[in-house]
């Protein structure tokens, strides 16, 4: 019988390798290296790096690669180690308020295929939920993906998510409460599956592969039917509180104004979304009437106009700004983010509201804290909720939850 001491130290010897296999694995996330560039920025030992990589290539999730700029002094192609991207996939879902968005994702974080659709609200969790296999079967045939290779599924939905137990426990504009998400595809579809909420998701996208890469702080605001937050503080997601929800939409920014689902009055949700602003275009007569639901194009005539001088147009882009920095400004404040990520709706209205946020802002706050404001458009746009659904799957099932500082060494 082996002994208690020998147990532990196998048990710790599998977790030092396992954290090695983490660490290179976040940093060639980032793209490829050589093993004495790894060395040199993980810290571990070349030899150590030399054996966690050789494990790595047999578990079929890195490979050598030759650079052709890189030359030894023998005049042969140096050897990089890179990810395995083309090799495995994830499965995201987005799942919003009468929006259903699906994809297979490769490792590097590359969109293979995907679909989007608008559904009718209100719908039974089921037939969401039905359609989006459906529609991942077929994801799956157009990337020509054998579903053996997907190593998981995520999952991002709107509203409050225990993320542990997989199950969103309520979403407002869903009108769903206690969906057992996770259950329900893992049964569907014969694979593994993380749950998360879409907007926490869609910050990690950024933070792990688009305009957040190597930050240690994130606040991704997001508007649509609603209004969410996704936060990333000492670079990784915050979970805090009660199932770490960010609900910045119920910021308090019009004292006595009108009554909120939430049960308060003036809240930011209740003056900026979808919703609100297509009726106060067609009150200025910048619609001529509401568009159908699945109808976008409402917002391109809104930049469109704004662009033109349109001064009902400016008049509304003003309220928009006004609202929208009084709750970045209570963010700013409080937290200090390096970034502040702008998705959904507001990324819609980027090319007219952003250099308004960026002018309106610094005034307003600690003069300490000025010259640190970025304010940046979502990297992935449209995609970001698919991006960050597929994000929480890669860090579930392939690289493990983010080193702090580990990008930013490169």
Known sequence: ?????????????????????????????????????????????????????????????????????RLTKLGRPSTNVALAADEHFVLAAQIGAGVLQVGVIDMASHVLASELVDFPLPAEPEEVMDLAVVMLKRVMETAGVNPSKALGLGVGAAGLVDAEARINLNSQNLGWSNVHMADYFEHALDIDVVVDHNVRAMAAGESRYGAGQGLESIVFVYIRSGVGAGLILGGSEYRGGTHG??????MRVVPGGEHCNCGGHGCLETVINDRVIRARMVELGILASHPAP??????????ERVEAGDERAIALRDEIVQYVASALLNIINLLNPQLIVLGGLLFD??????????????GQVLPL??????????????????????????????????????????
Do not use: C, Y
């Open 349 to 362: 209205l980027s090319p007219v509201i952003v250099d308004e946020l960026r002018r309106t802002i610094p």
């Open 1 to 69: 019988m082996q002994n208690k001491s020998n147990g532990a130290s196998h048990l710790s010897s599998m977790a030092v390798r396992s954290h090695n296999r983490r660490v290179l694995l976040q940093l060639l996330r980032t793209g490829d290296l050589s093993r004495r560039e790894l060395a040199q920025t993980s810290g571990l030992s070349p030899a150590a790096v030399t054996n966690v990589v050789a494990e790595l290539i047999d578990d079929g999730l890195v490979l050598d690669v030759a650079p052709e700029s």
């Open 245 to 250: 929800a960010a609900e910045i939409g119920h």
């Open 294 to 303: 699945d109808d976008h194009s409402w917002t391109t005539i809104f930049v």
């Open 369 to 410: 804290l000025r010259d640190s404001i970025r304010i940046e458009p979502s990297h992935f746009g449209s995609d970001a909720g698919m991006i960050g659904a597929a994000t929480v799957a890669l860090d579930r099932f392939v690289f493990g939850p983010p080193i702090l500082n580990l990008a930013r060494a490169l």
